[in-house]
């Protein structure tokens, strides 16, 4: 048996996902390759060669390929996928636009958002928003599959030595065309891969007060912020920094939420935090059930204290 991992990338350098992805894919037993599909991409391709674990890089270098679009990039991947048992993605918005993709091109089921390998061909997966695990068996020759990062721990990005191997790059497909891109720019960790989470909710009232009561604590932590869906739907928040069922799944060394009720889809993106410390006024709050450490405050007076103590 042989894997290929899909590498996530920015054409130079590896994304955090991928190294999960590693680990997930090594557990299936056999060879681990992975698949570095872009343009100008050989320091991707030359990073992803040195991920532990990795026996072979396949390099696909083409203009089409440039930005990860998913007709282009799904058929690069049934291109190469003979003699592969396994293909695994990121179950991030990238992977999970072109892993479909793939299962339909290969007729087989896709198995998604996995957080554990109990045989090659079975494998555990969170439903209902995580309030139980599913064990899925699939028969299907090749098995298409989404990792749920915060399920597996990276793998050591240095150390290994795999060859890289230049691979026919795929015709554009015509299907779609990239117009640009919007990126939010900011001097905090990245969401999903931020040690600290410092996360707000409804209610804080206003973008304002998130910003001056939960500002300075992120700060004083050196913490990425997020917030919960009702915080983003309100507009006290951006859209990237929403984490749950409907954003972004994490798991972080230490997770603060403050004035967050801990609705189920809330909890489904954060309960695998290490450390999780809930400060809400409300002692019924459902995050006090998930919490290690649970402060019965008001916010506005606890958070502050907090950051005069650090």
């Known amino acids: 048996m042989v894997a290929l991992v899909i590498a996530e990338h920015d054409n130079a350098s590896i994304k955090g996902a991928t190294l999960n992805t ?18 100008n ?7 992803a060669a040195q991920i532990a674990g990795v026996a072979k890089v396949l390099h696909a270098d083409s203009e ?20 592969y048992s ?47 695990v599913a064990t899925v068996q699939s028969l299907d020759a090749v098995k298409v599959i989404t990792v749920r990062a915060t399920g597996f721990d990276a793998a050591a990005a240095t150390g290994g030595s795999a060859a890289v191997e230049a691979v026919a790059a795929v015709a554009d497909s015509g299907k779609s065309q990239y117009q640009g891109s ?6 905090r960790p990245e969401l999903t ?19 001056e009561v939960l500002t300075p604590l992120a700060d004083k932590l050196g913490a990425a912020l997020g917030a919960s869906r009702a915080a983003v739907d309100a507009g006290y928040a951006p859209n990237d920094w929403q984490v749950g069922q409907t954003g972004k799944i994490v798991a972080p060394q230490l997770y603060i939420a403050c004035g967050i009720s801990g609705a189920i889809q809330h909890l489904a993106g954060m309960k695998d935090s290490k450390v999780i410390v809930a400060i809400n ?10 919490a290690d450490y649970g ?3 008001d916010l506005f007076a606890a958070v502050p204290e907090l950051v005069k103590s650090l």
């Open 22 to 39: 590693v680990t997930a894919a090594a557990a299936c037993g056999g060879e681990v390759h992975v698949l570095v599909a872009g343009h």
């Open 41 to 47: 991409a050989a320091a991707a391709a030359a990073a």
């Open 64 to 83: 089409a390929l440039a930005h990860g679009l998913a007709e282009n990039l799904a058929a690069q991947v049934v291109a190469v996928a003979a003699g």
């Open 86 to 132: 396994h293909l695994l993605f990121p179950a991030t918005a990238a992977g999970k636009n072109v892993a479909p993709r793939v299962a339909a091109k290969l007729d087989v089921a896709q198995i998604s958002e996995i957080t554990q390998v109990v045989a090659a061909d079975t494998f555990e997966r969170p439903i209902y928003a995580g309030n139980a």
């Open 182 to 187: 919007e990126i939010a720019k900011s001097d």
């Open 193 to 211: 891969a931020a040690k600290i989470i410092v996360s707000g909710g409804r209610a804080l009232g206003s973008s304002e007060k998130f910003d």
């Open 281 to 290: 006024k409300d002692p019924e709050a459902p995050i006090f059930s998930v």
């Open 295 to 297: 402060l019965e405050a």
